[in-house]
């Protein structure tokens, strides 16, 4: 996997040969506020574009940022769609530890319908799901 991307909050790497983008959250995210949630997700709508991938896996398993109903609409308007103009066709997920943030997590991926995301407790089965 190639680093392509770094913050403070999220790594991205891309793995070319699987045609996948990777984003691994840190716990900084528990200190972020809605401009950090919008400016990381910016920084990752950009990558998406540049690198054109078909897959997309999120490991959350630290993202501690809990997303609010409202950042859930900006979420899916400004990210999932771009994402699926940009060519990616699934998502997976890695659930987060924190159960707050996890439930935002689950009720954003049980109200979109812009690209297939599946929510895994293990990258093992994640990548199963995408490239099935």
């Known amino acids: ?9 999220v790594k991205i790497g891309l793995d070319a040969k699987k ?3 990777i984003l691994k959250w840190l716990d900084k995210t528990a200190q972020w506020t809605e401009d950090d949630f919008i400016r990381e997700n910016q920084n990752i709508v950009k990558v998406v574009a540049e690198h054109k991938p078909t897959y997309l896996l999120s490991l959350s398993q630290d993202f ?11 979420l899916v308007d400004n990210v999932f769609v771009p994402h699926h103009q ?4 699934k998502m997976a997920l890695i659930m ?3 159960f ?16 297939p995301t599946g929510m895994f407790a293990t990258e093992e089965e994640a990548e199963r799901w995408l490239f099935a």
């Open 96 to 98: 987060s530890q924190d």
């Open 86 to 89: 940009n060519g990616v066709r």
């Open 19 to 21: 045609s996948m983008i």
């Open 100 to 115: 707050i943030s996890q439930l935002s997590i689950e009720q954003l991926v049980d109200e979109t319908s812009v690209v």
């Open 64 to 74: 501690m940022y809990p997303i609010t109903p409202n950042e859930q609409v900006w």
């Open 1 to 9: 996997m190639n680093t392509v991307f770094e913050s403070g909050s």
